[in-house]
């Protein structure tokens, strides 16, 4: 397709699980982005990607969260042994100066 | 510490009058920035921007104001349309490419027919 896509796009998991999200940028993008929205904020930054390095993972929560982009094109957010605090969208992005978001996946956390 | 404030949770303007929405920053490093849209059970999308060199940048109906003085910047709709309700996000980012953004809140605008 043209644009991001994120799968799942809902996912509810017990405390506890260990979850993994899926990005899929749009093709050529070097840039890749995650970013976290909990209910009635603004998204905030995770995690970058420049092809399959991680350049920067200063906005990880926890060392419960990790993420990687192995063949620097899809991305797998995981979330190990989640919280009720983890439940958010949480919003995949590529590009450079303008970033271009996929739909999200909302996790939510019983 | 919230570095871009929104600081209009809402907006009603009535149909083909003008919106304005109001965006405020505190780290004097950021020189790029962005307006998003955001309909509901969907991510945002992108709808303009403007570089630090700038003071004005025109596209359409949308226009964005940035004051580097007073670390503001707002976004023009004009006319608005009932199909422009949404919520709004502001953001920042230091550079222009590769950078990571820093978001505001958000306002809900709603035009009313």
């Known amino acids: 397709g043209a644009g991001v896509s994120q799968s799942p796009r809902y996912k509810v998991a017990k405390r506890g699980q260990d979850v993994a999200l899926r990005c899929d940028p749009i093709?050529?993008?070097?840039?890749l982005f995650w970013y976290q929205q909990a209910l009635g904020q603004g998204p905030e930054f995770l995690t970058y990607?420049?092809?399959?390095?991680?350049?920067?993972k200063s906005g990880l929560p926890s060392d419960r969260f990790f993420a990687e982009r192995p063949e620097g094109s899809v991305s797998t957010l995981k979330i190990q042994r989640t919280q009720q605090e983890d439940s958010a969208v949480y919003l995949c992005?590529?590009?450079?100066?303008?970033?271009?978001f996929g739909p999200g996946t909302r996790l939510t956390v019983l | 510490d919230q570095q871009v404030k929104q600081n209009s949770p809402s907006l009603s303007v009535q149909e083909g009058r003008i919106s304005i929405l109001n965006c405020d920053y505190t780290?004097?490093?950021?020189?790029?920035f962005l307006w998003y849209k955001k309909y509901p059970a969907e991510g945002p999308t992108f709808l303009i921007s403007?570089?630090?060199?700038?003071d004005k940048n025109e596209d359409g109906r949308f226009t964005v104001f940035l004051n580097k003085s007073a670390k503001h910047l707002s976004l023009h709709i004009v006319p608005s349309q009932p199909g422009d309700s949404a919520v709004y996000f502001c953001?920042?980012?230091?550079?222009?490419?590769?950078?990571?953004?820093?978001f505001g809140g958000g306002t809900r605008l709603m035009v009313k027919p």
């Open positions: 992005a590529s590009g450079e100066a303008e970033q271009f």
């Open positions: 093709s050529g993008h070097v840039s």
């Open positions: 990607f420049q092809n399959e390095a991680q350049l920067d």
């Open positions: 780290n004097s490093m950021f020189d790029y």
């Open positions: 403007i570089s630090s060199i700038k």
């Open positions: 953001a920042a980012s230091v550079g222009n490419a590769g950078n990571m953004l820093t």
